[in-house]
């Protein structure tokens, strides 16, 4: 079986750390993606992620990344349910991310997003080595 998933999206909100009571440290996050398409109206579309990192690796994405931030992620998709308070089973479907690439650096100075390749990197394994360039016109922020 193959459960891999690459990613390249923008960070919607902050991302959350938190740690567990064995004191593992875990951030959620949400990464917007676009689709490969336009729709009706001419206006690319993107789709909402909820991952989920854990680890060194989360303290890190929760210390080098913001929102609006463009990242690349690497994981498998994850199910998991738990009953609320009203009884009802609850399902989820999250990335659950092994590593991450900061794909670009930002200006803290202005807040101004540059589209330059960052040189931080938390990766077992690498996107192959080589930045990606990407325009601002291929974004949908």
């Given at each position: 079986?193959?459960?891999?998933?690459?990613?390249?999206?923008?960070?919607?909100?902050?991302p959350e750390l938190r740690y567990t009571q064995q004191n593992k440290a875990v951030t959620s996050f949400t990464l917007a993606v676009n689709r490969p398409f336009k729709n009706a109206n001419g206006e690319r579309e993107a789709d909402f992620i909820s991952?989920?990192?854990?680890?060194?690796?989360?303290?890190?994405?929760?210390?080098?990344?913001?929102?609006?931030?463009?990242?690349?992620?690497?994981?498998?998709?994850?199910?998991?349910?738990?009953?609320?308070?009203?009884?009802?089973?609850?399902?989820?479907?999250?990335?659950?991310?092994?590593?991450?690439?900061?794909?670009?650096?930002?200006?803290?100075?202005?807040?101004?997003?540059?589209?330059?390749?960052?040189?931080?990197?938390?990766?077992?394994?690498?996107?192959?080595?080589?930045?990606?360039?990407?325009?601002?016109?291929?974004?949908?922020?």
């Amino acid at each position: 079986m193959i459960n891999n998933v690459t990613l390249v999206g923008r960070i919607t909100k902050a991302p959350e750390l938190r740690y567990t009571q064995q004191n593992k440290a875990v951030t959620s996050f949400t990464l917007a993606v676009n689709r490969p398409f336009k729709n009706a109206n001419g206006e690319r579309e993107a789709d909402f992620i909820s991952c989920v990192i854990w680890g060194k690796s989360a303290e890190n994405l929760a210390n080098w990344t913001h929102k609006g931030q463009l990242i690349g992620i690497t994981g498998a998709i994850q199910t998991r349910n738990y009953e609320n308070q009203q009884g009802q089973r609850v399902y989820i479907t999250e990335v659950f991310a092994n590593n991450f690439q900061v794909l670009e650096k930002s200006n803290q100075a202005n807040g101004d997003r540059v589209a330059q390749p960052a040189a931080k990197t938390q990766s077992n394994d690498s996107f192959g080595g080589s930045s990606m360039e990407i325009s601002d016109d291929d974004l949908p922020f």
